[in-house]
């Protein structure tokens, strides 16, 4: 009967049988070896998966995507989806849970699914130490009494794929050492194999729906944290880049300490980014936290093209050591890029385009990227402004730009994003992950959008600086270049001074009616005494 079916529904049909007899598999007793814990966990991720896909399927089966009945039910779709996915990634645990976290983190998705999976951020249960004790044991060779005066046998952190202690060593330095857990590696190929094919399945199904390009992206960045020699040179490379900068603080490696499985680095006391209470108690004007935090990340993508790709509020911290009266300890260097040089001139050339909202330039770059086709919508995922706005950078948008861009979005379909996604270089994606969790932080600390739009302006001027890109030679090609890089270079700084005389003025004059305020209000006290 099943084979007198079309295909899609023939393949429906098999999926959604599988997914019952996986959901019937949950309820079987399993050993705790590791093939049976895969087996029992990739059941649980295809029962899921079979149960949302039929969801999908028949709650929107015969509706028009442009009506508004369709945006409704899609919503509830993505939620009750989103819930299913958040109760896998909590029941797996492990790399489940690090997927939902990374997927909590993207902009690029629909709002129900980030919203939701927010909550993974803090459910990572620490190993018991007696399984982390062998893991130092096999990577150092030594038990820890032999090697450390004290060992805080509580870790400080625990995440998906490793858990920190605090310790002390025979000299008396104070350590930080990241302790990977065992088995982890067999784990991450098998859950990222399961995943993998599930989004095949889904984009069978759903040929708009394609999510290829996160599983590729997730699975790229949880490989580079798993090997902690390659991060422990990550520490050393950030630590060189920023060895003139008094803000920023990169704890030192003891290579002697460090395995591909053990990570041994100097502990440096501080408070999350984002600790407004602790900030504001020390005096610290979080605003200026706010803008040094973008000044630093700003100058990895521009200046440097070395980025740290994960600068969630745990992996950076505030220390009142420091001139100026606080300092920025970044810590875990797993996911760091280097980007390509050319990527990074021209992720450049974007920001100054749009700075100037030169939509021609904008257009052509779009193109350099591979998503030629979407270049209108750069402007509102970098700036907030559309790409004929008639506003000022980090201003509102107008109500008829407001009503424009809403019909634009109608228009869009999921066709339009998962194909917008799957043409980015891997270089614009972790930029766009950073560059999201970095607005989170930002706005926590109350600093407005010009701050950062303003500051990735302006390292983007010094990122095409001619200092920063010296043109060779001095034949007449190589001179022009050089004058015309000069020009632009000016008229940007020039640009970015005026919005920064504006900005000025905008505080001045709040400031004034402020002090006016208060001023009539004394005067009126006066009177009526």
Partial sequence: MVSKFPAKATAAFCLITAGCFTSQ???????????????LRSSRAICT??????????????????????????????????????????????FYVKAGQFVSSLRQIPKEYSLTLSSLQDQVVPYDFKVIKEVLVSNLGQDPSELFTWFNEQPIAAASIAQVHHAMLKDHQEVAIKVQYPGIEKKMKLDTRIMYSLSEFVAWFFPEFRFRWLVSEFTEAISLELDFVQEARNFETMSNNFRNNKVVRIPRIFWDLTTNQVLTMQFCHGHKVDDVVFLKGMKINPEKVAKKLLEVFAEMIFVHGFLHGDPHPGNIL???????????????????????????????????????????????????FGVGKYYRYLPIIFSGRTIDSKSGIGKGMLVEEQKKLKQHLKALKMEDISSFMESLPSNFLIILRTDELLRSTVSKLGASKWVRLLTYGKYASLGLSPK??????????????????????????????????????????????????????????????
């Fill in 25 to 39: 598999a949950n309820l079987l007793p399993f050993s705790d070896s590791p093939v049976s814990q895969g087996i």
């Fill in 49 to 94: 998966v079979a149960i949302t896909v039929a969801d999908y399927k028949y709650s929107l089966y015969g509706l028009p995507n442009d009506c508004d009945e369709y945006r409704r039910l899609l919503s509830e779709v993505h939620l009750r989806s989103a819930k299913r996915l958040l109760k896998l990634c909590e029941i797996n645990k492990g």
């Fill in 318 to 368: 505030v220390s009142i050591e420091g001139q100026g009266g606080f300092s920025l300890v970044l810590l875990d260097h797993g996911i760091c890029k280097k980007l390509d040089e050319v990527f990074r001139l021209e992720y450049c050339q974007l920001w100054k385009a749009l700075i100037l909202l030169d939509s021609r330039k904008i257009q052509h770059l779009a193109e350099r």
């Fill in 468 to 529: 920063s890109n010296p043109c060779s030679g001095l034949t007449s090609f190589a001179l022009y270049t050089r004058l015309i890089g000069n020009i632009e270079y000016i008229l940007l700084r020039l640009t970015i001074g005026v919005m920064n005389l504006v900005l000025w003025m905008e505080k001045l004059k709040r400031c004034l009616n402020k002090f006016y305020g208060k001023m009539s209000a004394a005067g009126k006290e006066a009177i009526s005494r």
